[in-house]
């Protein structure tokens, strides 16, 4: 006897672009599992350390593999095929999911499908319900990403602005180091602005479009500090929670005035938020305020799949295996870019 049933397009993703190494599996677009491995060893350093990176990737990444494959209660003969992050990421921590895919997939016969990281932060809202209508903007801001997207389809994206420097989860770390916060000081100074009040002005940087600057803020934080420890040598201490919070209030009104902006221009009502910084209280609060001020409708994902993971991969894997888009055992990641 036959079985005629289509056999379910199980995906095992892996995700190692920076310092989180995951793996997830995806049946049919459905995530079943995501596991992540964090690094919190670069917290001694206050930043990633590359080095120090791969190394945990290459350490972690069976155990996480194992992981994500027995809590979806799959064996690794169901895998059908097998999505990575080529790019754009650290290329020490990339290259260790790179040579896993590819030698999963080569052992068990499997196409390969590369995935590019920033197109998977936008897609990681398909992950879940209330899935964003195109076309779409997605706000995406992490430490290493502040980008604004015009999203027309699943694969068909278009940058509309970009950071010409520091990305916002960077503006938060950098200042919360200089307050003499842990790293990383974003959920740090998320937590002091709740107690504070947004009563000290730091600057707009004027940049023109739909581009964000975000050094300018860091040498103004600098420099206020500076003048004002010397007046008041326990200035830090007593002003701390106001501090974050003008802080916290600069960083979002920079993010939310170019995202209305690019609204505006662009006539797009449907508005997303992706990457880990959009954990913060007050970029959620401001969203959900200037959303319902210009009529948007807005979808921010679970925290889990707007930090860095696997199953966000997985998701976007899937979308290239349904237009049978896949890669050959030669593809090499890379470090910079959109679409590679
Ligand atoms: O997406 P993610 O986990 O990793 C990448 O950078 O790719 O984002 C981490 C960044 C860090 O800069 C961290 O400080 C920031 O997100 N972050 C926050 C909050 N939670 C995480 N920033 C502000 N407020 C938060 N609650
Ligand atoms: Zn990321």
């Known amino acids: ?83 990575f992050t080529r790019g754009p990421g650290l290329m020490g921590s990339l290259l260790v999911g790179t040579s896993f895919a590819k030698a999963f997939a080569l052992s068990f016969d499997l196409p390969l499908i590369e995935v590019n990281h920033m197109q998977a932060h936008v897609l990681a809202h398909f992950a879940e319900d209330p899935k964003p209508e195109f076309p779409f903007l997605c706000l995406t801001v992490s430490g290493g990403h502040t980008q604004i997207i015009r999203v027309n389809d699943y694969l068909d994206m278009e940058v509309l602005g970009e950071t010409i420097d520091d990305a916002a989860g960077e503006a938060f770390d950098k200042t919360g180091k ?22 000290f002005a730091f600057p707009e940087p004027a940049i023109p479009g ?63 938020l992706a990457g880990g910084v959009s954990a913060n209280s007050g970029l959620r609060q401001a969203l959900a305020d200037m959303g319902a001020r210009e009529g948007w409708t807005t979808y921010v994902p679970r925290l889990e799949f707007c930090t860095d993971n696997a199953a966000m991969i997985g998701i976007t894997g899937y979308f290239k295996y349904l237009r049978g888009e896949f890669c050959g055992q030669d593809a090499s990641p890379y470090a910079r870019g959109f679409t590679g």
Do not use: W
């Open 1 to 83: 006897m036959t079985n005629n049933m289509p056999v379910p397009a199980t995906i095992l993703a892996i995700e190692s672009s920076c310092d989180d190494t995951s793996a997830a599996v995806i049946r049919d677009g459905v995530v079943l599992s995501n596991c992540v491995a964090s690094q919190d060893i670069h917290r001694l350093y206050g930043g990633v350390v590359p080095e120090v990176a791969s190394r945990a990737h290459q350490a972690n990444i069976i155990p996480v593999v194992d992981q994500a494959l027995k809590s979806a209660g799959i064996d690794k003969q169901a895998v059908t095929a097998v999505a």
């Open 178 to 199: 200089i307050l003499g916060l842990g790293y990383p000081a974003g959920p740090l100074i998320d937590r002091h602005a709740r107690d504070g009040e947004a009563r």
């Open 210 to 272: 739909l581009n964000f600057s975000f050094s300018g803020l860091k040498t103004a934080i600098l420099y206020f500090l500076r003048d004002q420890t010397a007046k008041q040598p326990d200035f830090v201490q007593e002003n701390l929670a106001d501090i974050c919070a003008s802080i916290q209030h600069r960083i979002v009104t920079i993010l939310l005035s170019k995202l209305r902006k690019a609204a505006r221009q662009t006539g797009i009502r449907h508005i997303a």
